[in-house]
C-alpha cells in the first residue's frame, strides 16, 4: 500500500476514528512535529500531542497538520488507543515529561497513571507515540537497530538547552546524562513505521526511507 498523507479537512473514512499527525518543516534535518488525530462522537477532530515538558496537550485539529492512516490498526485497539489518549489527559492533567531518552520498560499503570517518574523518564512527540501503540501490542521499531548519531546528538544537546521546554534542573542534569547515549527517533520514522507494521518489528533500514516518504508527501501536500 502506498504511503499517502490526508490533508487536515478530509475526513476520516466512517470505520476509523484515529490517526497520525504531522506537521514542521521540510528537508532532512527540519523539525517536525508529530501525535494522534481523534474523532469523537460528534465528528469533531482533536489532537492529542506532546508539545513540550509536562505539556501533554488535547488540541482542535489545524490546517497546520497532515494525517496518515494507520492501515493495520485494528477496531478493538483504535478503541483502546482512544480511551487511553484521552483518559491520561484527564489522570495527568498534562503532565507527561519530555525525555530524550526511550526505554523498554513499563511507563503507565493501567489507569494510565505514570509509573516511571524518574527526573530522566518521558518522552518526545514521536516516542510518545510509538510507546502508545506499544502498549496496546503495537510494538513498531526494533529500537536496537537505531543508530546512535553525532548529529542525533547535537540535536538532544540543543533541545533540552532550550528555555521553553522548561526541564526542572533536576531533569535537565538528568537529560544530559544521556546524550548520546540514546538514538533519535523522528517524528516521520513514527508514521512510517505506523504505515508498515504488520506484527513484526521494524527495523531502522525500513523505517528510515519510510520517514523519507512522508516528508515528500507533505512537501506533496504543500505545492
Given at each position: 500500500?502506498k504511503l499517502?498523507?490526508?490533508?487536515?479537512?478530509?475526513?476520516?473514512?466512517?470505520?476509523?476514528n484515529?490517526?497520525?499527525?504531522?506537521?514542521?518543516?521540510?528537508?532532512?534535518?527540519?523539525q517536525?512535529?508529530?501525535?494522534f488525530?481523534?474523532?469523537?462522537?460528534?465528528?469533531?477532530?482533536?489532537?492529542?500531542?506532546?508539545c513540550?515538558?509536562?505539556?501533554y496537550v488535547k488540541?482542535?485539529?489545524?490546517?497546520?497538520?497532515?494525517?496518515?492512516l494507520?492501515?493495520?490498526?485494528?477496531?478493538?485497539?483504535?478503541?483502546?488507543l482512544?480511551t487511553?489518549?484521552a483518559?491520561l489527559?484527564?489522570v495527568?492533567?498534562?503532565?507527561?515529561?519530555?525525555?530524550?531518552?526511550?526505554?523498554?520498560?513499563q511507563?503507565?499503570?493501567?489507569?494510565?497513571?505514570?509509573v516511571?517518574?524518574?527526573?530522566g523518564d518521558?518522552?518526545?512527540c514521536a516516542?510518545?507515540v510509538l510507546?502508545?501503540?506499544?502498549r496496546?501490542g503495537?510494538?513498531?521499531?526494533?529500537?536496537?537497530?537505531?543508530?546512535l548519531?553525532p548529529?542525533?546528538?547535537v540535536?538532544?544537546?540543543?533541545i533540552?538547552?532550550?528555555?521553553?521546554l522548561?526541564?526542572?534542573?533536576?531533569q535537565?542534569?538528568?537529560q544530559?546524562e544521556?546524550?548520546?547515549?540514546y538514538?533519535?527517533?523522528?517524528p516521520?520514522?513514527a508514521?512510517?513505521?505506523?504505515?508498515?507494521?504488520?506484527?513484526?518489528?521494524?527495523?531502522?533500514?525500513a523505517?528510515y526511507?519510510?520517514?523519507?516518504e512522508?516528508?515528500?508527501?507533505?512537501s506533496?501536500?504543500?505545492?
Amino acid at each position: 500500500m502506498k504511503l499517502e498523507l490526508k490533508k487536515y479537512d478530509v475526513d476520516l473514512p466512517d470505520d476509523v476514528n484515529l490517526a497520525l499527525a504531522i506537521t514542521g518543516q521540510l528537508g532532512d534535518e527540519g523539525q517536525r512535529h508529530t501525535g494522534f488525530v481523534v474523532r469523537d462522537f460528534i465528528g469533531d477532530y482533536w489532537l492529542f500531542h506532546l508539545c513540550s515538558n509536562n505539556m501533554y496537550v488535547k488540541s482542535p485539529l489545524t490546517s497546520r497538520y497532515n494525517y496518515l492512516l494507520i492501515p493495520s490498526l485494528q477496531p478493538e485497539t483504535e478503541s483502546a488507543l482512544i480511551t487511553f489518549l484521552a483518559g491520561l489527559y484527564d489522570v495527568t492533567g498534562g503532565q507527561i515529561p519530555y525525555s530524550i531518552g526511550w526505554d523498554d520498560k513499563q511507563y503507565f499503570e493501567l489507569d494510565g497513571t505514570m509509573v516511571a517518574t524518574d527526573p530522566g523518564d518521558g518522552f518526545t512527540c514521536a516516542t510518545f507515540v510509538l510507546e502508545s501503540f506499544k502498549r496496546y501490542g503495537m510494538d513498531m521499531v526494533a529500537r536496537e537497530t537505531w543508530p546512535l548519531s553525532p548529529e542525533g546528538a547535537v540535536w538532544q544537546a540543543e533541545i533540552i538547552s532550550n528555555a521553553d521546554l522548561r526541564l526542572s534542573s533536576e531533569q535537565f542534569l538528568a537529560q544530559v546524562e544521556k546524550v548520546g547515549k540514546y538514538p533519535r527517533f523522528h517524528p516521520e520514522h513514527a508514521l512510517g513505521a505506523a504505515h508498515h507494521f504488520t506484527n513484526f518489528r521494524l527495523p531502522h533500514s525500513a523505517v528510515y526511507p519510510a520517514g523519507q516518504e512522508v516528508v515528500s508527501e507533505m512537501s506533496r501536500l504543500r505545492a
